[in-house]
């Protein structure tokens, strides 16, 4: 499975499979991390490690890209609020 990258807005990507489902992930420091279920998977910053965090958290793109800006705009906000 294919996996590329959409959009990337640190720390966040916005990443596409090979079968037209998008996911959102985070990225820090050479790891990747889940943003969905309850457990956060953790996996090295690869393309096989981007399939593990992401397992079944697949989205249409309407529903990743909406996940996407809002992960960047609360990104933001905590920042503000830390500095």
């Known amino acids: 499975m294919a996996i590329s990258i959409i959009r990337e807005e640190n720390p966040y990507r916005l990443i596409r499979d090979g079968r037209n489902r998008y996911a959102v992930i985070e990225a820090r420091a050479g790891r990747v991390y889940s943003l969905h279920g309850a457990a956060r998977?953790?996996?090295?910053?690869?393309?096989?490690?981007?399939?593990?965090?992401?397992?079944?958290?697949?989205?249409?793109?309407?529903?990743?890209?909406?996940?996407?800006?809002?992960m960047c705009r609360r990104e933001d906000g905590g920042a503000e609020v830390i500095w």
Do not use: T, Y
Request: charged share 45%; glycine share 10%; proline share 0%.
């Open 41 to 70: 998977h953790e996996a090295d910053d690869s393309i096989d490690g981007m399939k593990v965090v992401v397992g079944d958290g697949w989205r249409d793109e309407a529903s990743a890209r909406r996940r996407f800006e809002a």
